[in-house]
């Protein structure tokens, strides 16, 4: 008898072991919470490759990781509700952006507006400083293109309170 029981021991911690090589398996490669669309990880995440929650939950996308980027549609953005692809950050629209709702392409900062700028609140093309509108302006408030320093309002304006002229 105690050979019998023995035996069944045993058979039992060979299945058992089996089911948890399997079991392990299957996990590495099998999504894991709650996502409406296989092939993501977390929460209510909609496309594929997904990890966090409620990544591309009304559109398209893959690669997110973080909470609510594409949601309407977009890849690869890491941080929370980011639209567009390659956005890291918070709450920025459109593509390769770093930093907190900037709209537009490449651009770093804070809310700054159109593309390949750096700083805070810049609106329009390559500024980099502080509340600068216009194109390739350096500084803080600059009106204008091609101005360097600081309140100049124009074109091509460098120093301090250069204004029209």
């Known amino acids: 008898m105690p050979s019998i029981r023995s035996g069944i021991i045993f058979g039992c911690s060979l299945i058992g072991a ?17 996502n409406l669309t296989p092939g993501n990880n977390g929460l209510l995440n909609g496309g594929t490759g997904n990890t966090g929650i409620a990544n ?21 953005n890491q941080g929370i509700a980011n639209q567009g692809n390659l956005n890291n950050g918070l709450l920025n629209i459109g593509n390769l952006q770093g930093g907190i709702a900037n709209i ?25 400083g502080l509340l600068n509108v216009g194109v390739g302006n350096l500084g803080l408030v600059q009106v204008g293109g091609g101005n360097i320093g600081a309140v100049n309002i124009g074109d091509g304006r460098n120093g301090i309170l250069r204004i029209l002229g």
């Open 18 to 34: 089996g089911a948890i090589a399997l079991m392990g398996a299957g996990a590495a490669t099998a999504d894991s919470g709650i």
């Open 104 to 128: 537009g392409t490449l651009q770093s900062g804070i809310a700054n507006i159109g593309a390949g700028q750096v700083g805070v609140a810049n609106v329009g093309t390559a500024n980099a």
């Open 56 to 76: 591309n939950l009304l559109g398209p996308g893959t690669g997110n990781f973080g909470v609510a980027n594409g949601l309407l549609g977009g890849s690869f």
